[in-house]
């Protein structure tokens, strides 16, 4: 069965500081990797993919993720947080090897990012 | 710029009505998902369809609650009876199979 670890419940950084928040993932197959950003009484809205390819993945608001198949992490990154990246993130992850998932995706608790002025 | 739209944004209820919630997903998606939101339990899958047939809807609890799709542009989520234990944000998610989903903007639910 797919399952995907947020092991932070929050994430504290000052403004223009680099921001990270973690994501670890398990499957059974080859996974299909998301995340997805969550604003304050709004729908989740989608940041970026990993299918195949590229290790970096680039995606929206300046955000990339670097897929690691042996740490089986897929790591949400902002080179300079902005306060307006406070918000809620989420990692999904699809197996691709499970025969039932019908393009269902297994989404993590999420991590609260706070950035400070 | 297509969205998914759900209605009504907020719904206040008693114990005991009847609620419906609706979708219409982004035209030409093939999947829609329901999703429950709590504090308590997170991002919960209540049920998903493929091409508007059911696929899952073992996140549901089945005596009082059903999803439908009439049709393309339409999944509705009902609850009958409903409960306090029902109050949570739920949300519509539409998207090709194996790709990103889009998400709706929700509907608050509270039930008194």
């Known amino acids: 069965a797919q399952s995907v670890a947020q092991p932070e419940d929050q994430v504290n950084v000052a403004e223009g500081n680099p921001l990270t928040v973690k994501c670890t993932y398990s499957?059974?197959?080859?996974?299909?990797l998301f995340w997805y950003v969550q604003y304050p009484n709004r729908g989740l809205q989608f940041l970026l993919k990993?299918?195949?390819?590229?290790?970096l993945v680039k995606g929206s608001y300046g955000f990339e993720a670097e897929f690691n198949k042996s740490q089986t992490s897929f790591h949400l990154k902002k080179p300079s947080a902005l306060v307006s990246d406070s918000a809620l993130y989420f990692c999904?992850?699809?197996?691709?090897?499970?025969?039932?998932?019908?393009?269902?995706?297994?989404f993590g608790a999420g991590t609260q990012v706070v950035v400070t002025p | 710029d297509a969205r998914v739209t759900q209605t009504p944004r907020h719904k206040v209820t008693e114990m005991g009505q009847e609620v419906t919630m609706r979708c219409q997903p982004i035209?030409?998606?093939?999947?829609v998902f329901w999703y429950r939101q709590t504090m308590m339990q997170g991002l919960e899958l209540l049920a998903y369809?493929?091409?508007?047939?059911?696929?899952?809807d073992s996140g549901m609890p089945k005596d009082r609650f059903s999803a439908e799709m009439p049709d393309a542009t339409l999944a509705t989520l009902k609850i009958q009876p409903s409960e306090p234990r029902d109050s949570a944000v739920y949300f519509c998610?539409?998207?090709?199979?194996?790709?990103?989903?889009?998400f709706g903007p929700g509907t608050r639910l509270t039930v008194t």
């Open positions: 499957v059974s197959g080859n996974p299909y």
């Open positions: 369809f493929r091409n508007r047939a059911p696929l899952d």
């Open positions: 990993y299918i195949t390819g590229d290790n």
């Open positions: 999904a992850v699809r197996d691709t090897g499970a025969t039932d998932s019908w393009g269902k995706l297994q």
């Open positions: 998610a539409s998207g090709l199979v194996g790709n990103e989903q889009y």
């Open positions: 035209l030409g998606h093939n999947t």
